[in-house]
């Protein structure tokens, strides 16, 4: 039997929308490169989680040893305590660090001057686009010991009289390091 008028009818038009709308099929092919590739290209990487994997043995020449190396890193004692603060981190930047956009757009909602509001705006969106090492610099920068620019507004209001370690000691860095955090994504809205 030959093709109905209906299913001609749609082979036709699906030519047609092709052959006029052929650039943006094209632009398509791009970004669907890119979630495959990022996507599901590493995926035959993980196998080497079940592997003694040897670079130079490659692949076929690397022992296959199952759930080993998995067990080995449940069993490490350093793997529940790091486990621990990555969830207490991220808790704590998620219970600070989501009001705060929220927070910040309803004070620049309030702002009364738009071309303060404009610049205000500007300033607080620019450390998104930071990297990490330009964000890890100025912290480094501000948060010395003897000579960050924090300890010696601190020492100069005689609020402490010697420079406090935040990047070193353990309670001032976690401190330090969420509200860095914040203070970094808090302008993206």
Known sequence: MGKTKKSVV????????FKRDWQL????LFPLAMVFIFNYAAYPGLR?????YKPAKGWDGSEWVGMEIIMKVFKDKDFHRALASSLVFNFLDLLV???MPIILALMLNELRYPKFKKVTQTILYLPHFLSWVIIGSVA???F????GLVNIALMNA??????IPFLTEK???AVTYLLIGVWQTMGFP
């Open 171 to 173: 309670w001032h860095w």
């Open 140 to 142: 480094y920068t501000m």
């Open 25 to 28: 099929y094209l632009m398509l």
């Open 158 to 163: 005689g609020i402490i009289k010697e420079g």
């Open 144 to 147: 010395r010991p003897a000579s």
């Open 10 to 17: 749609a082979t036709t038009s699906r030519k047609a929308s």
């Open 97 to 99: 660090g989501f009001p």
């Open 48 to 52: 080497m989680i079940f592997m003694n």
